[in-house]
């Protein structure tokens, strides 16, 4: 395995960073669309209940059934490989703002009204920081979901450490294909691994010190 690796380490490497791409890429559309949603939907009773009832059904999706669909659309690669992503990691980030927003008290809404605050400046300046966590950890879980799925997307031939594991899938039998998909797997892992420790420093970064549990 060692000299598998130090033969092919700039591969794995590229392999690597195209992951953390697309993961990243898909994330930041997602969380876009996601927080923009939760906003629009969190003091709304039906629409609120429709859309974390849609994401929720949508996730249910089999991954591979679902790149299978997008490819007559998208093609191959990046296109299908994206959408997807975004598509499975909205649910954690809609139920996160949704509950977020709620969970601030009325007692601190009311007094920002006391103080003159609008409702937009209430929703910047008290609502959305008092979230901030919660929303946190749904881009989080969103990431962790995502890094599992882009390793799926090499099906649709998607850029990432997929290409690996499926590469030693269709080879099996020969003498490195357990040597590719154990790099594809280790590597999934390890960047899971990573990208979950980033998410907590930046949670502990970006979180006020009275709202740290």
Request: glycine letters at 10%.
């Amino acid at each position: 395995m060692l000299t598998f690796w130090s033969r092919r380490w700039d591969d794995v490497l590229e392999l690597v960073l195209e992951h953390l791409a697309v993961v990243s890429l898909s994330l930041l559309i997602a969380t876009a669309i996601g927080v923009a949603i939760g906003l629009l939907v969190w003091n709304k009773p039906v629409p609120r209940s429709l859309a974390i009832s849609a994401a929720g059904v949508a996730i249910t999706i089999p991954s591979l059934a679902l790149l299978a669909l997008l490819t007559p659309v998208f093609g191959l690669g990046w296109g299908p490989t994206v959408f997807a992503l975004v598509f499975y990691s909205l649910l954690p980030i809609v139920r996160n703002t949704v509950v977020g927003l709620r969970e601030v008290s009325p007692a601190i809404m009311e007094s920002a009204k006391g103080m003159g605050m609008g409702p937009a400046k209430i929703l910047v300046r008290v609502q959305l920081p008092i979230a901030w966590p919660i929303i946190l950890t749904g881009v989080r879980v969103a990431a962790q979901l995502t890094i599992g799925i882009a390793a799926i997307a090499a099906y649709v031939a998607g850029p990432g450490l997929g290409q690996y594991i499926f590469q030693g899938l269709s080879s099996l039998g020969s003498k490195n294909a357990i040597n590719y998909a154990l790099t594809g797997t280790v590597g999934v892992v390890v960047l899971a691994l990573v990208v979950d420790a980033l998410f907590v420093l930046i949670t502990r970064l970006t979180t006020s010190r009275g709202l740290r549990v």
